[in-house]
């Protein structure tokens, strides 16, 4: 019983009977202990845990809507992901590299390909519904970039912020100009780079350079 409930805790998947035939012969005192090992080292344990990251940022691999348009090139986050949590990445390099991995001066590379691996968490605020025939753009646009900051302040700040798009929060001390500056971080975004083939991609978000800073400030 406790070898089962081990293996669906770490990998979601049932033993084999040859698997629970040697735990049950083995009667060394630390046979639970190299199970485990044994199972935190297992590439399912990855696919297994990834999969709540996934629920968190609402990865699919299709828009949802009506004609379910796919997103052929989704697989790569969820692969990284994967490999992520299969390489025991650090908590604060995952929220990093999620957050502006296009931007890191010295990016993971994949250990056989090379390709920049911490590039394709960038991909996280392009998955969800959208709608393919959308009568007000303007409000589409809006409706799915909310769903952006959304996901973005539920999974890396645990706040609901959304309700701030109509009015200050009511609860808590967030502003629908701090809202609304959140909206603007995703609105400058362009399309991830999610091959996971490339050595390299441009930056997705657009960094202002010192002169633009100064036109601001002006």
């Known amino acids: 019983v406790w070898m089962r409930r081990a293996h669906f805790t770490i990998t979601g998947l049932p033993p084999k009977p040859e698997e629970v035939q040697a735990f049950l012969d083995d009667s060394s005192k630390d046979r639970k202990r190299t ?18 990251w996934m629920d968190l940022v609402r990865y ?15 697989y790569h986050y969820r692969d990284y992901l994967i490999r992520a949590f299969n390489t025991d990445l650090p908590y604060d390099a995952l929220v990093r590299e999620h957050l502006a991995g296009d931007l890191l001066e010295t ?7 090379g390709a920049n691996e911490s590039i394709l968490a960038t991909a996280w605020p392009f998955f ?3 709608n393919s025939t959308a009568v007000d753009l303007r409000l589409d646009e809006c409706d799915r ?4 900051v959304d996901v973005l302040s539920k999974a890396f700040l645990g706040l609901t912020v959304a309700c ?5 929060h009511k609860f808590d001390p967030l502003s629908t100009k701090e809202y609304y500056s959140m909206y603007s971080f995703f609105h400058s975004a362009a399309d991830p780079a999610m091959d996971g083939n490339k050595m390299e991609t441009p ?13 601001l400030a002006s």
Do not use: F, M
């Not at 990016?107 to 390909?113: A, M, Y």
């Open 203 to 215: 930056p997705v978000i657009r960094v202002p350079s010192k002169e633009d800073e100064k036109k």
């Open 145 to 148: 970039i909310d769903n952006k």
């Open 107 to 113: 990016p993971r590379r994949h250990p056989e390909t």
């Open 35 to 52: 199970l485990v090992r044994g199972l935190l080292d297992s590439p399912h344990y990855g696919e297994r845990w990834a999969r709540h």
């Open 164 to 168: 701030a798009r109509c009015h200050d």
């Open 128 to 130: 969800g519904e959208e």
């Open 60 to 74: 699919a691999e299709s828009r949802g809507h009506e004609g379910d348009a796919i997103l052929p090139n989704a």
